[in-house]
């Protein structure tokens, strides 16, 4: 079920300054990408799932050994979000994420080892070890990041859909952020800018009802947060995060809209957050009552109760599915583990476009371009 609020007619606006060609081949591919939802689509979907559900246990896990340092934040709850999302998207498309998204990088192709070796900040990471669990980045795979910074990712997103838009490219920018991002001063100029100048960005608030221990009734005059596109005239809908067929179709929507008119989207998605807001975060703030009730609220659960009633998938058959999945994430663990760490002489190789006179001598905490 998606609820939507269309953008009001406007008088003639100027097109993006940039944008030369008005995108042929985007009108051209009107015709969908992903397959209907039929048997082969909807258990392609359960596996991917359960693969995000495994992996994130297991980071959790490693977490506690010590294995992973710094913040980690898990997608537990969020699977059928971020593969609905994820099947909306072309290859090509470029995806601007927060710090809650080791699951996107995997549904974006990504393998399971090079995520896991980023979190065990391994010189095989996806991004060679320096980025950690909140800065996974992968160009080829047209991930732009992993921010550690509420709202930080949202202006960078505008950026590269103007980029897009003045090369005359017939790629989606999507950016996704939490629910307590949508306060943030950054969140609003994007979406003036993005409505402003017609850019093709999708704009995907993930809804868990929380930022951090903040619920979204405390903290937002507005709680039915997709209706802040209104205010930047832009279309916009809210989505059962916990359907992964109604994600997708919803962000087909959002991203076929962008594409064809260049018209930016705000899509919102509700799903709850299983767990604590980081692995070190115990939930005290939730009731007894509410942590029982998520249990009901899990996608996963839902999924296979769904296609085993439709007898799609036995018992037995997610079993075995459950049985590769997590071979796959052991995997994964051990070619992290056995990886070496990253050289500290390449401590600077990912921070400057340019090369910095006298890094090798350099310690991390001395000022770059010192005497
Ligand atoms: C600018 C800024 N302010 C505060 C923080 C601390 N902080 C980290 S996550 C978070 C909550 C964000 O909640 P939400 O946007 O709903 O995302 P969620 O964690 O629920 O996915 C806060 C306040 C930060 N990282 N950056
Ligand atoms: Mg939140």
Same mark, same amino acid.
């Given at each position: ?9 406007? %008088? ?5 300054? =940039? ?7 985007? +009108? /051209?591919? !009107? &015709?969908?990408? @992903?397959?209907?939802a ?5 258990v ?48 090509s ?6 710090y ?26 996806v ?13 080829? %795979? ?5 921010? =550690? ?7 960078? +997103? /505008?950026? !590269? &859909?103007?980029? @897009? ?39 995907v ?67 709850p ?38 007898g ?28 070496p760490?990253p050289?500290v ?27």
């Amino acid at each position: 079920m998606t609820e939507t609020v269309r953008s009001a007619p406007r %008088a003639a606006r100027p097109r993006t300054r =940039g944008a030369k060609t008005p995108r042929p081949e985007a +009108a /051209a591919a !009107a &015709a969908p990408e @992903v397959p209907a939802a039929d048997a082969d689509t909807l258990v392609g979907y359960y596996r991917q799932m359960l693969l995000i559900r495994r992996f994130e246990e297991r980071a959790a896990r490693a977490y506690t050994e010590a294995k992973i340092g710094g913040y980690c934040h898990l997608n537990l709850g969020e699977e059928a979000t971020v593969v609905g999302l994820m099947a909306a998207l072309r290859p090509s498309d470029y995806l601007f994420t927060n710090y809650r998204e080791h699951g996107y990088a995997l549904a974006k192709g990504i393998g399971a080892d090079r995520v896991m070796a980023e979190l065990y900040g391994r010189s095989t990471g996806v991004s060679k070890g320096w980025g950690g669990s909140m800065h996974l980045f992968d160009a080829e %795979a047209r991930l732009l990041g992993g921010y =550690g910074i509420v709202g930080g990712q949202v202006p960078l +997103a /505008a950026g !590269a &859909a103007l980029a @897009v838009s003045y090369k005359g490219g017939d790629e989606v920018v999507m950016c996704h952020m939490g629910d307590g991002t949508t306060a943030i001063g950054a969140f609003h100029e994007s979406l003036n800018i993005a409505g402003l100048w017609d850019l093709p960005v999708v704009f995907v608030v993930i809804n868990n009802g929380l930022g951090m221990g903040t619920t979204v009734e405390n903290s937002s005059a507005e709680p039915e947060l997709y209706r802040r596109g209104a205010a930047y005239r832009m279309e916009s809908a809210r989505v059962d995060g916990t359907d992964v067929v109604a994600v997708r179709d919803a962000a087909r929507r959002a991203v076929e809209r962008a594409r064809s008119e260049s018209k930016p989207y705000l899509l919102e998605t509700t799903s709850p957050r299983l767990k604590g807001h980081s692995v070190v975060d115990p939930a005290r703030y939730r009731s007894k009552e509410e942590k029982e009730a998520l249990k009901a609220a899990d996608p996963l659960a839902r999924m296979a109760l769904e296609l085993e009633e439709a007898g799609i998938l036995s018992h037995d058959d997610r079993d075995k599915l459950d049985a590769e999945v997590t071979a796959e994430v052991d995997a994964a663990a051990a070619f992290a583990d056995e990886s070496p760490a990253p050289d500290v002489s390449t401590l600077f190789d990912y921070t400057y476009a340019t090369p910095v006179p006298g890094e090798l001598r350099r310690l991390p905490a001395d000022p770059v371009f010192g005497s």
